[in-house]
């Protein structure tokens, strides 16, 4: 079965497990990038997640920090009451 792009395997609720397509998430990486740039943004790290939070593409341009591949976390509790 397939929907928009995204893939349906044989699993007992299909609902329930998507994927992302390479293509699609290297697509995404593409107009990402290419947005930062029109933007006169500094060089960027792009990292498309599937729907389980786990990275299926990752594209660092020269010169982005060394630290941005990591996926943006929720501040711990202790820090959002800082806020």
């Known amino acids: 079965m397939v929907n ?3 893939s349906m395997s044989a699993h007992p609720n299909p609902m329930l497990k998507v994927s992302l397509p390479i293509a699609k998430a290297r697509l995404i990486v593409r107009h990402a990038l290419g947005a930062g740039r029109a933007a006169n ?3 960027l790290t792009v990292v498309v997640l599937d ?3 786990h990275p299926v593409a990752l594209e660092r341009e020269d010169g982005s920090g ?3 591949s990591s996926p943006a976390q929720p501040a711990p509790d202790w820090a959002q009451s800082k806020l």
Do not use: H, N, S
Request: proline share 8%.
């Open 4 to 6: 928009e792009g995204y």
């Open 41 to 43: 943004m500094m060089p």
């Open 66 to 68: 060394i630290l941005r």
């Open 51 to 53: 729907a389980g939070g």
